[in-house]
């Protein structure tokens, strides 16, 4: 065959796989998702996807593996995993097919039966790894999953070892497989490094720098048996700091001999202060040891095996030139490989969120905090080792005059067996640690409702809150026009579905002109829990439902459109439960497309011109960027076809805007609760469906669209400028799409 022969013979396979992708996209994650993947290849083209690079996360081994679990046409053969990790994408398997024909299909479920992955190997290899991919999968796989393999030929199956060599990969029936699990290097983090990280000229700016306020830091770090070369890495990342005024605290409650005293002596640094402690007082009692050493202002954590950007303490000083009143400052972070060498996993966190650091510990590393501070709410507690860290913050968060977040990367936090990085199981004691420090968090603030629970995900909480006794009634005010199909399956949901006791339920009809929808107003006021409200205005949906409210009777008020469906019996509940609390404005639900992609889980500010709606087409399965889509949390903004709040912020805040008569009157709305103090609240446990704007329809006519234009001029002039970018966001995240992808160009706005 000749060379050009062979090359079409490559080419014209290249093409089949190419349409093979595609049609695999379209069938196991919807057309929705195709269309972004289109969308992330014309914009970043193929330069980031030749960058990729597969990073081994777990693996198990076999000795002498001889024993092939054989298949018959329906048998199968499952082992369980619990790995930890985001962008999961790629399963090798030790398997045997002497044919070489044989296929072999791979399904991924919980524990609960859910199917979260399926794929198929049309070739298993014999006496060798076959592998599995998928689409890269963020954070589904927190919890023990269970991987069940399927064939399609008796001879092909999947190589078993009857004696187990690693936890976490048995066979049900025993013995355990070889495996490993891959995570896939995700390229666009590799583009916001190249122009994000500070170049060596901006380093020797940084290094010359001189700041009015120039305070002592005094980097805390307790050792134990730490390897000499994670000890290492640790102490060059201090050393190669831009920002000279520090000290680093070493107190080593190792077991082992002098060689880690040997190891820091080398560095012959009068900055570095090593003191070997007479006996190891586990990891709160060392950490203790280490902030008696300080003599800084401020006190920094950094764990023995993790490392700092060279501009770690130089952003912090930073920011404290800005404002002194700085008591508690953390950053972004990302994770590195055993060896150092690559990073990956990117967290860009929001700023400061209570109700987000009441599910799980989102601050972790590099934190930055005034000794003062820390000597009035004490030090590590012993109590709660394992969760030390997150006991401490809570605390601190409590009492610090001002709370500061930098939204750039400044910590790596290494991925070893011995870390928490990637399997929080592999301390599973941490998990029963941190739910007691927040309920001693509730107790110290004097919150008695509270009760929290282990979320599905180790070190994810759970808090529900008592509702007061009797229930308060809630006013749920619904608009409509002509629309007695939506309109009923609706009111049809809330009755039938809700058990809450204490509702009212207030339609507001504007201008409906068939009889139809009359009549079946007159069979609802049957019931005397539904009111019709008569709206004979022109349609402005922020002064409907200002009137609306006003002959409302309830404590809280629930605006709810009328094209939705009640999905989870307690869903008022658990809206009412947070709008309850005083320091909560509004509380928002997670609400689903009829095809179970989510279509709202909070608003995202500035994602196009004004705001979107956040994880936006995911499914409704998924966990979304670090567990949010299954967690309460603080967001800028609910929409409001379905949106809970006490009548009295309500009233305080004015209502809806009514020049705002359809578009952005509920962000409007959230950020006027917002600068009146109040947090806005996004709940995943108030679930409905969402059939979206079948009464107003679509900004589809050049009326409906400059009209639309111009209420978005109107918000941007009354907000723009006070929202550069979501506080609940990161401005390293992308803003032309709702995933909370990493937008890899420079950052619009500079960090100070």
């Not at 400052?329 to 060498?341: L, M, P, R």
């Not at 997670?590 to 709202?600: C, E, F, R």
């Amino acid at each position: 065959m000749s060379k050009l022969s062979n090359l079409r013979s490559v080419t014209k396979r290249l093409k089949n796989q190419k349409w093979k992708r595609a049609f695999a996209i379209i069938r196991d994650y919807g057309f929705a998702h195709f269309l972004y993947k289109v969308r992330e290849k014309m914009i970043y083209g193929d330069s980031a996807a030749s960058q990729n690079r597969d990073i081994i996360i777990n693996e198990s081994f076999l000795k002498d593996p001889q024993h092939p679990k054989g298949f018959h046409a329906e048998s199968r053969v499952t082992f369980m995993t619990r790995p930890r990790f985001q962008n999961f994408w790629r399963i090798d398997i030790l398997t045997h097919d002497p044919s070489g024909k044989g296929k072999l299909t791979l399904t991924v479920s919980s524990a609960d039966g859910t199917v979260l992955l399926k794929t198929a190997a049309d070739q298993v290899a014999h006496n060798d790894f076959t592998s599995f991919y998928f689409l890269p999968v963020i954070d589904v796989l927190q919890v023990p999953c269970y991987f069940t393999f399927a064939s399609d030929t008796p001879g092909c199956g999947v190589l078993v070892n009857r004696r187990k060599t690693r936890p976490g990969f048995e066979v049900e029936g025993g013995g355990c497989v070889a495996c490993k699990i891959y995570m896939n290097h995700d390229a666009t983090y590799l583009h916001w490094i190249k122009n994000n990280d500070p170049s060596a000229e901006e380093l020797a700016q940084q290094r010359t720098h001189s700041f009015p306020y120039m305070p002592k830091i005094s980097i805390l770090v307790p050792l134990y048996n730490t390897p000499e070369k994670f000890l290492r890495q640790m102490l060059d990342s201090v050393v190669q700091q831009t920002y000279a005024n520090w000290e680093l605290c070493l107190a080593d409650g190792s077991t082992a001999t002098e060689q880690l005293g040997a190891i820091v002596s080398s560095y012959n640094d009068p900055r570095i202060i090593y003191q070997r402690l007479p006996e190891n007082k586990g990891i709160s009692g060392n950490s203790n040891e280490a902030i008696k050493m300080a003599t800084g202002e401020y006190i920094a954590l950094l764990d023995h095996d993790d490392t700092l950007m060279p501009q770690a303490l130089y952003s912090n000083v930073a920011m404290l030139n800005q404002d002194r009143d700085y008591e508690f400052i953390y950053s972004d972070e990302d994770k590195i490989t055993e060896n150092g060498e690559q990073r990956f996993a990117p967290f860009f966190k929001p700023d400061f969120s209570p109700d987000m650091l009441n599910a799980f510990n989102y601050i972790t590393h590099f934190v930055v905090i005034r000794k003062a501070l820390l000597d009035t709410v004490g030090y590590f507690r012993a109590e709660f080792n394992g969760a030390q860290d997150y006991d401490l913050f809570l605390r601190l968060t409590e009492k610090a005059k001002k709370i500061g977040h930098i939204p750039d990367i400044l910590y790596h936090w290494r991925v070893s067996s011995e870390s928490t990085a990637l399997d929080s199981g592999a301390k599973s004691y941490t998990v029963e640690a941190g739910r007691r420090a927040l309920e001693a968090s509730f107790l110290r603030k004097g919150i008695t409702n509270a009760h929290v629970a282990n979320n599905k995900l180790d070190n994810y909480y759970i808090t529900s809150y008592d509702i007061p006794q009797p229930h308060p009634l809630i006013s749920i005010i619904i608009p409509n026009k002509d629309e007695k199909k939506t309109l009923k399956r609706c009111i049809d949901s809330i009755l039938s579905q809700s058990t809450y006791d204490n509702f009212e339920i207030l339609i507001v009809e504007n201008n409906s002109t068939g009889s139809e929808i009359f009549s079946y107003y007159e069979r609802l006021k049957r019931d005397p829990r539904i009111r019709i409200l008569e709206w004979q205005h022109p349609f402005n949906y922020s002064s409907l439902n200002n009137f609306a409210a006003e002959q409302a009777k309830g404590e809280l008020l629930l605006f709810l459109n009328n094209d939705m469906s009640v999905i989870s019996p307690d869903w008022l509940e658990q809206m009412a439960m947070h709008a309850m609390r005083p320091e909560i404005g509004e509380v928002g639900a997670k609400l689903y497309y009829p095809n179970d992609l989510i279509q709202h889980g909070g608003i995202v500010l500035k994602i196009g011109p004004v705001a979107g709606h956040s994880h936006k087409h995911l499914s409704r399965y998924d966990v979304g960027s670090f567990a949010r889509m299954i967690l309460p949390h603080n967001v800028s903004g609910v929409t409001a076809a379905c949106a809970m709040m006490r009548a009295e912020v309500f009233r305080e805040v004015g209502g809806f805007d009514e020049q705002f008569v359809v578009a952005f009157n509920d962000v409007d709305l959230s950020l006027k609760i917002r600068d009146k103090g109040y947090r806005i609240l996004w709940t995943p446990f108030a679930e409905l469906y969402h059939y979206e704007s079948l009464t107003r329809g679509y900004e589809d006519t050049p009326e409906k669209c400059k009209r639309f234009e111009g209420e978005q001029k109107k918000w941007l002039a009354k907000w723009d400028k006070k929202y550069p970018y979501d506080p609940y966001y990161n401005p390293n995240l992308t803003d032309r799409a709702e995933d909370y992808s990493v937008n890899p160009a420079k950052r619009k706005y500079p960090i100070f």
